[in-house]
């Protein structure tokens, strides 16, 4: 019972860890913090949900659907809200981020309506592993979550892009001295960054067979948590913030009451901040 | 008793050693020159001194009181100010508002007083309006006309002009100048020379970090001199000016390699 | 004088005294309970915006709760007169005190963070307070929120109608914005403001920046109390569903739209943003996007808002003026 719970929990965890690494994508390279992440992880889970319920597409299409467009709403974004405020320091671009996630859930609740949409099922099997029930679609979420967090690490070690982005993240000065289009770059942070979080929401929507218009607001911020709890800075840190934060929810619906489950990542996130502002694995900070 | 006492002070970032025991006095109504080559550990003593920067060994006292834990609004509370060496004037505030600022220690009102205006806050904000008049008449024409001026549209050497104001608003019995002259002119900087001195005349005793010698020399009673966070050399500016030590740390001990 | 520069006293009596008796003289001319409902409402968002202008605006510290302490204090005033008959005239200053005694107990250990952590640190407080509120069934009754709760009553006389309601409001607000004005135009106003300019500055002379942080957050939320108390006595219905992260967004849009560092700011914010979405049903459903709209608007073309004081949200380019050369100058 417990194992299972686990299982449960660190698959949702990988989910949250999708998000959270956006948020130290964007962070780490841009310096900036965004309020809208969670809304586009709504939209892409509503592009999911079409895909699925409504054009019957298989859910690999789905996802890729769901991040192309997410990578495309990336894109406008950074070019239009934050491109202007370049030297703006981090609070004006955080204004904005909130600004534009309270208009994508309002225009969202009315263009889908507020209420619970269906996805259909995918990969309904459950399979013995260990002693343990797992469902495929579990494996698969984990298997999926951890592909994109591989393919992250080898755009960022081994393509010309990525190279850029780390070098961008370090000190954007100097990038910028040695020839980095920094604008690019933050251009395509900011876009993968998106389109990770929007795959965290197609795979959401299929978990849970169920996607509805305010869906960001929560997971944007479990997602902030975890990235905050693992390291504003780390990638490594924010998927084990993910998971951990997955794995003590599922913990304290079961042991203690379903109604605390979100106080979880807020309250990890809180102490982390209190006792240990880096994060678990981040590095000292310097001031922001 | 001098009026500041550095014993020792031991500052280690990491592996590096900033300061490596760092000992002088300072005498009541001493001008004391602190030089040395970038990087020696001026700006990071006087960080120790006014409370920004933990020591790792050693102790500091004004008059006896130990500064060595206290944090840094303590420290200025016992009458020790400072300029820093980038300048950080309050950008949005007026030249006024700066010196009222400055006066805060020597004004009592807090939340209450300031709601309900019992007749001694009006007495004591006036009087530190007359203070802080007078004492930006101390800089000749430069901040006075512009009292009711935003910082941020001051020029860079009328910021580093009101930084000292502040600084001085608090009457403290000792000074930390950190490169007061940086960015000036020739003409500025003699003008600059002249108001130390001006400002010892007041009672107040100035520990100085500059670059520029001839400020140095001129305003100095006495220099201290760092290089690699240790003291090479203590004596009056005559002394200094034909130190082997001193002119082997500032370019870099060629002879000895030589 | 520009707008963000003033302070309502008695030498500019003449500027501010008409417009507060046009205020006062709104439900003698306007007969729609709907209006005054409207107005009542514009007046607490007053409270709201000025209070969380003390901390966002003059000291600095961004804070993004404030929503919360609103909750505390309408929850504290909501349990009192329901549970223990607490008369308004206790219930208001006892939801200012609790909510004022949780910001400082949120205040110490956390701000000695800066910027963004702050920022994050009050976010988190908000979802928890949000998620306890929703939860702890024995104090709040959980979802179902807590009815019944009496109107606001005066040395015994009920004031259950808007027209009176809008009085009383209009009082707090004139006490709100009297007891801020006389702090900012004080020698705790000035270290809020050295605080916020530069914090290493402001220790410098001698002022504790860490204690006068904490007074900003406690007399922020000492006022988001007391208009959480106001507004349980209004709606006579409290439930945590009006206190979260949204709700936050909103005082803050206000803020930011009216303007931070400055008296009138908030108060223009406030009336603006209660009274133009009410004005313009014909948005209807869009209302709230609008709301984002105009953030954004507001952040791109003109940070300061309509009267705030410039510079607080905005690119701190290092434009440094020449100098001048000085009299005493020969000039070549």
Known sequence: ?288 | MSLLEIRGVNVRFGGVTALGGVSFDVEEGEIVGLIGPNGAGKTTLFNCLSGFQPVDAGRMALAGIELTHLRPHEIAALGIARTFQTSRVFRRMTVLEHVLVGRHRHQRAGFWAAVARPGWVAREEAESLARARDLLGLFEDRLLPRMSDVADSLSYANRRRLEIARALAGEPRLLLLDEPTAGMNPHESAAMARLIRNIRERGITILLIEHDMKVVMSASDRIVVLDHGETIADGPPESIRGSEAVVEAYMGRRRANA | MPLHAFVPGRANLRFWLPGVMAVAAVPVVVRSEYVLHVAVAAGIYVILASSLNVTNGYAGLFSFGHAAFYGIGAYTAAILATRLDWPFALTVPGAGVVAAAVGAGLAVPTLRLSGIFLALVTIGFQEIAYLVTLNWIGLTRGPMGIPAVPPPSLLGVEIAGNTGQYYLVLGFDLLTLFVIARIVTSRVGRAFVAIREDEMAAEACAIPTFRVKVLAFVIATFFAGLAGALYAHHARFVSADSFQLDETFVILTMLIVGGMGSLLGPVLGAVLLVVLPEASRFLAEYRGVAYGVVLIAVILLRPEGIAGAPGIIQPLGARIPAEEPAADQAMP
């Open chain 1, 1 to 288: 019972m417990l194992l299972s719970q686990v299982v449960n929990g660190l698959t949702q965890g990988s989910l949250y860890a999708l998000v959270a690494i956006g948020f130290v994508i964007i962070f780490g390279t841009m310096n900036l913090v965004t309020f809208a992440h969670g809304e586009v992880y709504m939209i892409g889970a509503f592009v999911g949900y079409f895909a699925l319920s409504v054009y019957h597409l298989p859910w690999g299409v789905a996802l890729l659907l769901g991040m192309a467009a997410a990578w495309i709403l990336g894109v406008l974004i950074e070019k239009m809200a934050f491109r202007p405020l370049r030297t703006a320091g981090h609070m004006p671009p955080l204004l904005i981020t909130i600004g534009l996630s309270i208009i994508l859930k309002d225009l969202a609740v009315i263009v889908f309506g507020a209420e619970n949409r269906p996805v259909p099922s995918v990969y309904e099997t459950t399979i013995r592993v260990g002693g343990i029930s797992v469902s495929v679609l579990q494996l698969v979420i984990l298997a999926l979550a951890g592909a994109l967090v591989l393919a992250l690490q080898l755009l960022l070690k081994a393509t010309k892009i990525g190279r850029a982005m780390r070098a961008t993240a370090q000190d954007h000065e100097a990038a910028y001295a040695m020839g980095v289009n920094v604008n690019r770059v933050f251009n395509v942070a900011f876009a993968l960054a998106s389109s990770l979080g929007a795959a965290a929401g197609v795979m959401v929507g299929i978990y849970y067979n169920t996607v509805y218009a305010t869906m960001g607001a929560t997971a944007g911020l479990k997602g902030f948590a975890a990235c905050i709890f693992g390291g504003l800075t780390s990638l490594p840190g924010a998927v084990l913030g993910g998971l951990i934060i997955g794995v003590v929810e599922n913990l304290t619906v079961q042991f203690i009451a379903s109604g605390y489950r979100d106080v979880v990542a807020f309250l990890l996130m809180v102490l982390v901040l209190l006792l240990r502002p880096q994060g678990l694995l981040g590095r000292k900070l310097r001031a922001v």
